[in-house]
């Protein structure tokens, strides 16, 4: 499992996601439970889709706040 806030990941891709189906995932920031079927965020350490992971995206929220989950254009602007 990758670390969310590891330092070898430059930047995040990420969309919004909601699934009929019933899964049940661990949000990597806050490690609690994450139905698939509510409003969430698929997440993949610079878009590498085979280490996607979910989150909740109230836990993207504070980690864009806190300066520790930067995007493309937010890594690729130096930002």
């Not at 661990?26 to 085979?50: K, Q, T, W, Y």
């Not at 992971?53 to 254009?73: L, N, P, Q, S, W």
Request: aromatic share 8%; glycine share 6%; charged share 25%.
């Amino acid at each position: 499992m990758t670390p969310v806030t590891s330092d070898d990941v430059r930047w995040w891709a990420m969309r919004p996601a909601q699934s009929n189906r019933p899964a049940t995932y661990r949000c990597p920031f806050c490690n609690e439970l994450l139905h698939a079927m509510s409003d969430h965020v698929v997440i993949a350490p610079e878009g590498d889709v085979n280490r996607r992971r979910h989150a909740h995206m109230e836990c993207i929220v504070e980690a864009r706040k806190a300066g520790t989950f930067r995007t493309y254009d937010e890594w690729r602007g130096g930002l």
